[in-house]
């Protein structure tokens, strides 16, 4: 370590020379504040404090066969956790480390390449030591490989595969979210609330000096919403872990991973459809939704002029459903299954296909695919309005995401609850969503 001190003066600015160097300001009336030991001080190596003594012993620290997956399945849950670790769970998390790593002092003896992982650095030893440890190393890694080898591992080729499949269905099972949007309305502990939706109104009259007619306002209204909470649990056992350890699977992090999926694949199909006995509803089944309309001829047997045509009657159907106060440059939002957007690919008798004139009519259409628009009762397609004098035509809701609870410990195994709150969505203009059967 290096010195470093600190100290306060008084600048003075008034230049000058001083054995024929200029200078620009000096400091005057210097007090000392403090010495700090620093790696590198002010006065460099010549102020070195040679305080260490490089000849002792250190203690070389390792960690037992596996641990580390061990002690990442008591970390990893906490990690997660909003609020503050509890005394037990603290205590947990020590003796989980203090049980893990041992010394050579512990044992009287160095532990064995293939039984510790080495955390810590050994001291500076002799040629002839660095010699021999360097063979036993080797041996050692020879091993090691041989038995890894031996084990059932992920590949590279593999752990890419399986990140693309997770990222996939990661927005597979969020599609709604994506597609609609999704806020935090409330806590857990909000069981109903209602919902603001206001509609601007307005007629206009000729103008006279005491005529009092044409009145502007809006129309208010409070759609009351239910919430519903719901949960899973995670459960791993410590020879569970240790087993997957050995196979260099993070078991922990798959029940998690699990637990998530679990929760958000019952978040969209809420946001979709809702909760059955509650007034918790869905973008597909809000009783407030104007009735559906079906098209002159399934998709799958329309001609791309045909499938064209039943698109354009939706939008005529959603320009009288909001009296006219929309145009085809207003940003709308088309929704069909993946099924149904295949037909959206076929062509007219000039080889244009339906997308690219739906582009060219509606230069602000937005499409996007749901998987649950696809049901045994039919193909739903639905036109919406995104935006209509400043309000929202919907949103997906919820009071909670992914809330970990205190882990429970057992004898030999560990289990945690999660769980996430729905509104379902929030329809705030209904009449801004046209709906259409199309098989």
Sequence with gaps: MELSSAYRYVADMTPGEFNGMRYDGV????????????????????????DA????????????????????????????????????ELLQVIGSLNNEVQTAEDDG??????????????????????????????????????????????????AQDRAMMKIAMDKAIAKAAEVFGEMKK????????????????????????????GVSGVNVNFPQRQSYHYQVFTRWGEREVARAG?????????VNEASINAL???????????????????????????????AAKTWANSTGEEVYESIRKL??????????????????LLVCSPTASVDLTKTNQYNVNVIDQLKKNFPNLRVETIPEYSATSGETVQLIVEELDGQRTLDCAFTEKMRAHNMVLEASSIKQKKSQGTWGAIIYRPFCIASMTVS
């Design 27 to 50: 400091m005057r009336d210097i007090v000392g504040n403090h010495v700090a030991l620093v790696d590198v001080g002010r006065a460099g190596r010549d102020v070195v404090v040679s």
């Design 53 to 88: 003594d490089p000849f002792s012993e250190r203690k070389v620290m390792k960690l037992k066969k596996g641990a580390k997956a061990r002690i990442k399945s008591v970390l990893e849950p906490l990690m997660a956790q909003d609020a503050e670790l509890s005394p037990d």
């Design 109 to 158: 003896e160095e532990l064995p390449p293939e039984d510790a992982e080495e955390v810590g650095t050994d001291e500076d030893e002799t040629v002839e030591d660095e010699d021999i440890e360097s063979e036993s190393e080797e041996v050692a890694t020879d091993e090691d490989e041989t038995n890894e080898s031996e084990q059932p591992q992920e590949q590279p080729a593999q």
């Design 186 to 213: 409330g806590d857990w502990t909000t069981e109903t609330a209602t919902f603001m939706t206001v509609e601007p109104t307005g007629e206009v009259s000729s103008y006279g000096d005491y005529n009092n007619n």
């Design 246 to 254: 050995e196979a260099k699977i993070d078991y922990v992090a798959r």
């Design 264 to 294: 958000n694949r019952f978040q969209n199909k809420t946001y979709l459809f809702g909760v059955k006995g509650l007034q918790n509803y869905g973008v597909l089944n809000d009783p407030s939704l104007p009735a559906s309309t079906a």
């Design 315 to 332: 939008f005529q159907t959603l320009l009288k459903q909001t009296s006219g106060k929309i145009d085809m440059n207003t940003p709308l």
